[in-house]
């Protein structure tokens, strides 16, 4: 739990807005749980079944902490994260998910999360034009990635499998 964590969850649906009026999308929070083999888990922000992709929405804490292009805004676990979702989809529905999107999104700060010890116009971003207020990361699930995430998986099962023998 961190004040980043707790503004994340409060603007969700901000953040989820502001993309759909950029993007002329029309998408809602998904309610989706994925599993796969009960080590894999998550629960994606968007999913659309049309298009195959999946969507991860974050929201930067301030002006200063928003990365602001995609060569700033890309990270490796975020980048796996999503990678993780469309291989859990693809799994569960035989079909290949292959694109998904990390949106940085920079939405208001709730004022009671406002620290005194931070201006106020940091957080505030109803001053800037909606076109600086988002950054989209790609990400591509290839053949590659599948191999490298089943590998793993079977790796850690066994493990997992050798470790509870052991101490069981």
């Not at 929070?29 to 974050?58: E, F, Q, W």
């Not at 676990?77 to 998910?97: A, D, P, S």
């Not at 931070?118 to 990400?139: A, F, G, K, T």
């Amino acid at each position: 739990s961190s004040r980043e964590t707790t503004k994340g969850i409060m603007v969700e649906e901000d953040s989820i807005d502001l993309y759909n009026r950029l993007n002329f999308t029309n998408h809602i929070k998904s309610d989706m749980s994925l599993s796969y083999k009960g080590i894999l888990s998550g629960h994606p922000d968007i999913t659309n079944d049309d298009t195959r992709v999946v969507i991860d929405i974050k929201s930067p804490w301030s002006k200063k902490t928003f990365p602001k292009t995609v060569e700033k805004a890309r990270n490796p676990q975020y980048e796996w994260q999503v990678k993780l979702y469309l291989f859990m989809l693809t799994k569960q529905t035989g079909v290949h998910w292959r694109y998904g999107r990390i949106a940085y999104m920079l939405v208001n700060t709730p004022e009671e999360l406002i620290p005194d010890s931070e201006n106020d116009s940091l957080h505030y971003m109803d001053d800037l034009p909606d076109n600086l207020r988002q950054v989209i990361v790609p990400v591509e699930l290839t053949e590659d990635d599948i191999k490298k995430i089943d590998e793993r998986l079977d790796i850690a099962i066994k493990y997992a499998n050798k470790y509870r023998e052991r101490w069981t």
